[in-house]
Every structure is written in C-alpha cells, then in structure tokens.
C-alpha cells in the first residue's frame, strides 16, 4: 500500500459509499487516501478535535477511518499510522479517535495507539443544543477514547 493526496470531498465521497456507521464531515485540517496501486482502498480524515476541551491548539482528531471491502489486511492501522507521521509532520503533538465499545481497536493497537479510556453514551437532548448537528445514532452509543503521542 502507499498513501495517495486526495481531496476532502474525495474523502467524503469515499465515507460516504463505505463507512459502517457515519456519514462524511463538514471539514478537515488534512484527508489522506491509501491505494493498493490499483484503486483507492481506504482514507483518513484528520481535523480539530470535536471535544471543545481537547481543542488546545496541539491535538487533532481522525474524525474518519474508513477502509473498503476490497482493502489488503492492515490497512486501517497503516491509514491511522500515517496520519500520526503527517499530523507530526505538521506539528501536531497528540493525535486522537474513538471507537465504539463494540469495536476492538486492534487497527489503532496494530499502529502504536493506546487506550486512554472510556465515554458513556450521549443524550439525544444535550446533542441538539449545539447548533448545525444531526444527530446520528452512533453518538449515542458508549465509546473508548485513543491516543498517540
């Protein structure tokens, strides 16, 4: 695999046809692809942590990992290793995801990654006081919190 410079609506497109459970973001700091050389098999999209607290000016999030059916094994951890070089590469300090609790995390353990801990679900009620959100089911579900420094 080798990464590929893609667009962000390239990445949404691609969100958009593969994600199990998100739809696209509204914006990015940076979106990578991964190719097998044939086609696009994977992207990742890292922007400012949603979580206003860890918004310090020093973190970013990949708000999206999204590989296709037709990925090559290991191909989430590379996309999520490759974010961390670039975000380093543009002076990022710690780079953060979520997964769900039914999720394994073995692509972020497999790419360096730890687990930092654990949110419990989200209120459909709190959610709609923040103007231009939808609410998707996933946010109400319990998530593990990782990181890499």
Known sequence: MRIVNITFSEACEFVRNFHRHNKPPV?????IGASDGAQLVGVSICDRPVARALDDGATLEVIRCCTSPD???????????????AACALGWA??????????SGASLRGAGWRLIGT?????????????????????GQSKF???VV
């Open 119 to 139: 949110l419990p679900e989200r209120d459909a009620a709190g959610w709609k006081s923040r103007p231009g959100r939808a609410w998707q089911p996933v946010v």
């Open 27 to 31: 914006g990015h700091v940076f979106s």
């Open 71 to 85: 990925a090559p094994k290991g191909c989430a951890s590379f996309l999520y290793s490759r974010s961390w070089r």
């Open 94 to 103: 710690k780079l953060v995801t979520y997964t769900l609790q039914s999720e």
């Open 145 to 147: 919190r990782w990181e």
